[in-house]
């Protein structure tokens, strides 16, 4: 392993919530970065195992981590080592940020709280929630308005590892407050895992949720046999899909061409390494979707959020074709070979359709956040 890069800032003290995949990955970044980690994890064995050996059992075996991680666990931190944190990482799936939220709240002041950011990528199920508002409603208003996003095209596992193993590496870092942002992306920044702050956290975090329906798509394709046309095809019709949707929730279309966008749709839907995409290759290749989810051992958030997509799409009045095809792959039991056909039998239509910016429910979201 390379000697540690200095961090391009003071050392900070970071909690990161969450030893999976990505929580792992980037709490090893921060700590070869020479800053101060914690890594939550509800495992037992992955804290014993990372405090003695360093080494995660469970997700990116092969690699040691920095040493400069304590692990915690498996309780939940409590309210004196949030305290003495200059940042809170949450790097847990969607779908359970909302319960280890209410847990936390308890614990962070509204007026003076650490830097809190999220990496998440998905739609709550149910409530069709984006994470801003998962956190508004937990939280606070004031606390979401601070909170700041890091989404793009990011494995955390290749074949080398690559975050860990400094394989170059683009993210974008947004929020509704500029400073925070700035300020988390100082904290990321390293010359092979690069920062590009924006204003635009619906946006993205809509991107960021999306692509992992298309990603999907086109695992699908590709076990279905079809080739480079077809995936070309998914990619482009998908983020004109993103950009309608993102259009009409009232994001800026720009945001689906940045790192967010089409940088992770793309890397999303050509590579096996996409737990998505690996979901629909399977699925293209007859297996169902329980015993898929049985053993992947890791989530696919584009699964649950095909769930949300779909009840944004009804509340909006909106069309996207592909992602409701896949809603209704995953949920309503239709034939994989039915969906092929009905899609590619579709009408010629525009190819640019973008409905008018009206807000839609991001206007709502800054209202209650106390933007508007
Ligand atoms: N893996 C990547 O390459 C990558 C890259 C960018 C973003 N993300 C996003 O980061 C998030 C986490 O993904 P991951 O790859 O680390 O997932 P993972 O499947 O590797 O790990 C999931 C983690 O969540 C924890 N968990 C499960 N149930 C929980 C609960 N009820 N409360 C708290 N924690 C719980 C597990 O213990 C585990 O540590 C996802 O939203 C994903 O889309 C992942
Ligand atoms: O493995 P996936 O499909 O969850 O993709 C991981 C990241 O989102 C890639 O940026």
């Known amino acids: 392993m390379p000697s540690p890069i200095r961090p391009m800032s003071e050392a900070s003290k970071v909690l990161v919530f969450g030893a999976g995949n990505f929580g792992s990955c980037l709490a090893d970044h921060l700590g070869d970065s020479d800053h101060d980690v914690y890594l939550w994890s509800r495992q037992g064995e992955v804290v014993e195992s990372l405090n003695k050996t360093h080494r995660n059992p469970i997700y990116l075996k092969d690699h040691h981590f920095s040493t400069n991680i304590t692990a915690v666990g498996p309780e939940l931190p409590g309210e004196t080592l949030i305290n003495e944190m200059d940042v809170l990482l949450f790097a847990i799936p969607t779908q359970f940020l909302r319960e280890n939220l209410e847990k936390l709240r308890l614990y962070l002041n509204k007026d003076k709280h650490p830097l809190l ?9 149910g409530t069709h929630a984006l994470t801003l508002e998962i956190i508004a409603d937990t939280c606070g208003a004031g606390i979401a308005k601070a909170a700041t996003f890091i989404s793009g095209p990011s494995f955390a596992k290749e074949s080398k590892i690559c975050v860990v193993q400094r394989q170059p590496t683009s993210v974008s870092v947004t929020s509704f407050t500029d400073s925070e942002a700035q300020r988390a992306a100082i904290l990321f920044h390293q010359p092979h895992f690069r920062c590009y702050t924006g204003s635009d956290p619906i946006g993205t975090e809509l991107a960021g949720a999306l692509k992992n329906v298309y990603a999907i798509a086109a695992g699908a ?40 966008g089409v940088g992770d749709l793309f890397m999303s839907c050509s590579s096996p390494t996409s737990r998505n995409y690996s979901v629909g290759f399977r699925l293209g290749k007859g297996e169902s979707l329980d015993s898929i989810i049985n053993n992947l051992g890791s989530v696919a958030e584009g699964v649950t959020t ?46 640019i359709d973008l409905p008018s910016a009206t807000g839609g429910p991001a206007k709502q979201l800054m209202k209650k956040l106390g933007l508007d």
């Open 117 to 125: 950011i999220f990496v998440n990528k998905g739609i709550e199920i």
């Open 221 to 260: 394709a590709d076990g279905l046999g079809f080739e480079n046309n077809t995936r070309a095809m998914i990619i482009t019709r998908g983020l004109a899909e993103m950009t309608r949707i993102g259009t009409a929730y009232g994001a800026d279309p720009l945001t689906f061409l940045g790192l967010a």
């Open 306 to 351: 095909a769930k949300g997509v779909k009840m944004i799409l009804d509340e909006l009045c909106i069309k996207a074709r592909i992602a409701t095809t896949i809603y209704e792959v995953l949920y309503e039991g239709k034939d994989i070979q039915t969906a092929v056909r009905e899609l590619l039998e579709l009408p010629s239509s525009k190819e």
